[in-house]
């Protein structure tokens, strides 16, 4: 194995709380400078602001970044390439829970009734479609089996997919076509980026390219009704980027243990 560049390079989306400011922070602490994206510049800069109370005054930059523009999206990329002449880490964390809450019920552990399903494909498949690319029953049944066949998954097939779910959606027939209702949109963004992931690693074999399920975690993304502390929800992450060159690529891992699809 090739020895590490002495310093390395890393871009977490979404980063300017919860598991991707944890993600953020730990990477930093092993040396490595880290830009931190948000859509937001104030809340941003802010971050950055908090993690420099830590020691990370010279290792962790802020840009702005909202992964469903384009334009963006390439400015981060100009800024990289600009900045430092590579990547090394890319971490996509940027995503929403796609769903509104009823607190109340959220409080009284009624989870099936705290959330209303929403739509967030656009940000969890489309966002980071696009930002990869520039930084470098039956029906269910079916359309699992399709993002499940890592031999012969394409990026088109994966689209496919989207596709037809977001017309059920626009149908109200997720039941009937035997898709997931609770929590749709999220479960099912999740399953695309983790298809998507077996596609990149095989365009990509020099790259490592995985995905990862960080386990229940209290987020603001999930009003604090997780069970683990986002410092054991990161250290998942951190631990798959620093993995060495000849580790695994195009899995599924479930916090620290690698998983079926």
Known sequence: MADQPTKRYAVVTGSNRGIGFEICKQLATKGMTVVLTVRDETNGVEAVGKLKQ??????????????????SVSSLADFVRTQFGRLDIL???AGNGGVTADEDALRDGVLGKGFRVGNEIDL????????????????????YY??????????????????????????D???????????ATYSISKAAMNGYARVLAKKYP?????????GSVKTDINYNTGLLPVEEGAESAVRLVLLPNNGPSGHFFVRMARSEF
Do not use: Y
């Not at 969890?124 to 359309?143: F, V």
């Not at 689209?159 to 977001?166: P, T």
């Not at 020099?206 to 960080?214: A, K, R």
């Open 173 to 183: 027939s997720l039941e009937a076509k035997g898709w997931p209702t609770l929590l």
């Open 146 to 171: 399709v993002l499940g066949d890592a031999e012969n998954l394409t990026e088109d097939k994966v689209d496919q997919v989207l596709r037809i779910f977001m017309n059920d959606v626009k149908e």
């Open 54 to 71: 830590f020691g990370f005054s010279e290792t962790v930059v802020f840009h702005r970044l909202d992964v469903t523009e384009p334009a």
């Open 206 to 214: 020099s790259f490592q390219i995985n995905c990862v399920c960080p």
């Open 124 to 143: 969890n498949w489309s966002g980071t479609l696009m930002e990869t690319n520039e930084l470098s029953e039956e029906c269910l049944k079916t359309n």
């Open 91 to 93: 971490v996509n964390n």
